[in-house]
């Protein structure tokens, strides 16, 4: 192993907890002790920048022929580590009212509008959907969609195209169940990036978990014919209280959520709660999202 290599391997282990035993005693193993230095408990809570070096062995060893199987290996699984600790933070943004914006569902509104009203009134999480536009148009909303999220501190998430919600290093992706399976997504995603899926009750939710997903999006709730999802069977928000019993992971509810049935979705356990035409076709979207937000936190609270 060159030199540099072993820098930097050892740089990585002040990242790693001492309480993560096998990983610091596989790391030893390609480093040629059983001596590494303890971890700095600062320097363990940047993952971050643990990923990233963990990017630079891997791009080397590329360079190298890839030939230093082990090491790749080992290095592998440690990157997956600490790009399961950046999602468990990420994950924790999915919480409050969560919007889509579309083009095509905005009430003749501009996106970047619709969503800067929205963050105004105190949505925690955007997702942007886009069938309408080329890929050019959608790219450029996203960047300046992803900015304003950072802005107000609040999830950006990407609908189905990965390659954008990966150039635009959105928080999420967002697939549903015909999209691209969440294995190959998470190929080409940076490993710190989540994903979300969209399910229809407790197998797919499983399903969706067991394939490693950050989120669960459970709908539809209620009836609804916005985006085309008039044939669902609505499941009430009974399915939420089901699949929350069985998943740590964050559930979103959609689907037909108005501010008369807002309640019932919040008590029956939702993390969080999609809105699209509640907030987007309203004539004035930052006053309806404050509304929604006034009784998500009341409901909250109590």
């Not at 190298?64 to 699984?77: F, V």
């Not at 994950?91 to 919007?99: A, F, L, V």
């Not at 499941?235 to 689907?255: E, F, N, R």
């Amino acid at each position: 192993m060159s030199e540099l290599l072993v820098s930097i391997c050892r740089e990585i282990s002040d990242f790693i907890p001492d309480t993560e035993k096998d990983l610091k005693t596989e790391l030893g193993s390609i480093l040629g002790t059983n001596n590494l230095s303890k971890s700095s408990t600062s320097v363990a809570k940047k993952p971050e920048k643990a990923l990233n070096l963990c990017a630079a062995v891997l791009t080397i060893i590329e360079m190298d022929d890839g030939s230093n199987e082990k090491t790749k290996e080992i290095i592998s699984k440690i990157e997956n580590y600490f790009s399961l600790q950046v999602r468990l933070t990420i994950r924790n943004k999915m919480e409050g009212i969560y919007i889509i914006v579309d083009p095509e569902a905005t009430n003749k509104v501009d996106v970047y509008d619709m969503t800067k009203s929205s963050l105004e009134g105190g949505v925690k999480v955007v997702q942007y959907r886009d069938k309408l536009n080329d890929r050019a148009p959608f790219l450029e909303n996203c960047y300046k969609i992803k900015e304003l999220c950072d802005q107000y501190n609040a999830a950006f998430v990407v609908n189905d195209a990965v390659d954008i919600a990966k150039l635009t290093e959105a928080d999420f992706l967002h697939v549903g169940q015909s999209d691209m399976p969440v294995e190959e997504a998470r190929r080409i995603l940076k490993p710190s990036q989540c994903i979300g899926r969209s399910n229809g009750g407790v197998l797919e939710s499983t399903e969706s978990e067991e394939f490693g997903v950050d989120y669960l999006a459970v709908g539809a709730i209620y009836a609804t014919s916005t985006m085309g999802k008039s044939a669902r069977n609505p499941l009430g928000p009974s399915m939420i209280t089901k699949v929350k019993s069985q998943t740590g992971l964050p559930i979103v509810a959609i689907g037909g959520i108005t501010i008369e049935n807002l309640p019932d979705v919040i008590q029956a356990g939702a993390d969080s709660v999609c809105m699209v035409s509640a907030i987007t076709m309203s004539e004035d979207p930052e006053a309806s999202a404050r509304k929604l937000v006034n009784i998500w936190d009341t409901f909250k609270q109590n």
